[in-house]
């Protein structure tokens, strides 16, 4: 870091805000496989959350839209699920498709089929259960370790 104000490029938690947090943690969790101690804090008001265990110490959280809305103090807003999208890389074109046929399994949206890119990849979409976009592709310029 450079100054006492300057921000590390990294970020440790992404939180998805959910409409039904057992829903979106079997989505998670059973379908599609991700590593959890399961939905903790529920002996709180507005602390019901479960985290995922990704690469490299970073998680995954879901949390109640309702219970974030109360922590962050603002409004509850009517989801969209064009404000972000979550890319998951891979590391050949058979993977993308193979994520896509977990996804789907799990009871994702597929909203776009898995396809050459205009940029020289491999990609496709679907949307979890709360309709948040997830982008699985393969790009041979940016493959992950």
Do not use: C
């Given at each position: ?11 440790t ?41 990704l ?12 219970d ?11 989801p ?13 074109k ?51 370790e």
């Amino acid at each position: 870091m450079n100054n006492w104000y300057d921000m590390e490029a990294r970020f440790t938690v992404l939180t998805l805000g959910v409409d039904d947090l057992e829903k979106s943690f079997k989505f998670y969790s059973d379908g599609l496989g991700l590593p959890s101690q399961g939905i903790i804090g529920k002996e709180f008001e507005h602390g019901a959350v479960a985290f995922f265990d990704l690469k490299h110490g970073m998680k995954l959280a879901i949390w109640s839209r309702k219970d974030l809305a109360w922590d962050a103090n603002v409004n509850k807003a009517d989801p969209s699920p064009t404000e972000f999208s979550i890319g998951y890389n891979v590391r050949g074109k058979h993977e993308v498709d193979d994520v896509m046929a977990l996804a789907k399994k799990a009871g994702a949206n597929i909203t776009k089929t898995a396809q050459e890119t205009f940029w020289g990849g491999y990609a496709g979409y679907f949307q979890d259960p709360d309709g948040h976009l997830w982008e699985v592709l393969w790009n041979p310029k940016l493959l992950p370790e």
